[in-house]
T-cell receptor, first 113, second 115 residues
Framework: GQQLNQSPQSMFIQEGEDVSMNCTSS?????WLWYKQEPGEGPVLLIA?????ELTSNGRLTAQFGITRKDSFLNISASIPSDVGIYFC?????????????FGDGTTLTVKP | KAGVTQTPRYLIKTRGQQVTLSCSPI?????VSWYQQTPGQGLQFLFE???????NKGNFPGRFSGRQFSNSRSEMNVSTLELGDSALYLC??????????????FGPGTRLTVL
C-alpha cells in the first residue's frame, strides 16, 4: 500500500526559529494535508493543498504541494511555545477513495522559550 | 457549526470484552472514517462509511466492524478485545463527494485501554 515518509521524526528548537518538515510518498496523491495534534486531542487541520505546485499560507505556516505530486513540505516561521505538538502530513485520492487518508508518522515539535 | 464529536472520551475494558464507540459527524457531512492511533503504528485507517454503506476498508481483522445510520452518525465495534487494541480511536468526517477538496475533520478521539 501507500507509504508516507515524514521527516524529521522530532525537532527541538528555540522560540523564534523557523521550522521545516517534509513528506515524501511512493505514490501520487491528489490532495496533501497537514494536521497538528496536541496531547489528548484529535488532529486539527492546518493546511490543505489541492494542486501540484500549490503554495498556501495560514498565518506563520506555509505548505507546498510538490510538482511531482509525491511530496509536500510545511514551514513554520518564528516559532512560539504554542506550536508544540505533533505535525502529520496526509495524502488522499479523489473519487471513492477520498475518505481514506494515508498518514505520515508525524514530526514531534518541541519549542524552548 | 459544531465539530465532530465522539463518545465516550475514555474507556477501560478487559480482554475478551467488546466495545462500541460512537461518532457524530459535522452537520451535512455524509462520510465518516475511523482510524486507530498507537505510538508504534501511527494513524492507521480502519474503514469509511458513506450513506450507510462501508465504502473503504483498511487491513484490520474482522473483530473490528462499524455501521452508519441514516443521520450519518457512525459506530464502531471491537469484539473479543485484545491488549493490543489499546489505542486512541479517531473518527473523521467529510462531505464524501470524492472531490480533491473533500477534506477530513477529526473528532477528539476515544481513548480505549484494554487490561
Amino acid at each position: 500500500g501507500q507509504q508516507l515518509n515524514q521527516s524529521p521524526q522530532s525537532m527541538f528548537i528555540q522560540e523564534g526559529e523557523d521550522v521545516s518538515m517534509n513528506c515524501t510518498s511512493s505514490s501520487i496523491f491528489n490532495t496533501w494535508l497537514w494536521y497538528k495534534q496536541e496531547p489528548g486531542e484529535g488532529p486539527v487541520l492546518l493546511i490543505a493543498l489541492y494542486k501540484a505546485g500549490e503554495l498556501t499560507s495560514n498565518g506563520r505556516l506555509t505548505a507546498q504541494f510538490g510538482i511531482t505530486r509525491k511530496d509536500s513540505f510545511l514551514n513554520i516561521s518564528a516559532s512560539i511555545p504554542s506550536d508544540v505538538g505533533i505535525y502529520f502530513c496526509a495524502g488522499h485520492f479523489v473519487g471513492a477513495n477520498a475518505g481514506k487518508s494515508t498518514f505520515g508518522d508525524g514530526t514531534t515539535l518541541t519549542v524552548k522559550p | 457549526k459544531a465539530g465532530v464529536t465522539q463518545t465516550p472520551r475514555y474507556l477501560i475494558k478487559t480482554r475478551g470484552q467488546q466495545v462500541t464507540l460512537s461518532c457524530s459527524p459535522i452537520s451535512g457531512h455524509r462520510s465518516v472514517s475511523w482510524y486507530q492511533q498507537t505510538p508504534g503504528q501511527g494513524l492507521q485507517f480502519l474503514f469509511e462509511y458513506f450513506s450507510e454503506t462501508q465504502r473503504n476498508k483498511g487491513n484490520f481483522p474482522g473483530r473490528f466492524s462499524g455501521r452508519q445510520f441514516s443521520n450519518s452518525r457512525s459506530e464502531m465495534n471491537v469484539s473479543t478485545l485484545e491488549l493490543g487494541d489499546s489505542a486512541l480511536y479517531l473518527c473523521a468526517s467529510s462531505l464524501g463527494r470524492g472531490a480533491s477538496t473533500d477534506t477530513q475533520y477529526f473528532g477528539p478521539g476515544t481513548r480505549l485501554t484494554v487490561l
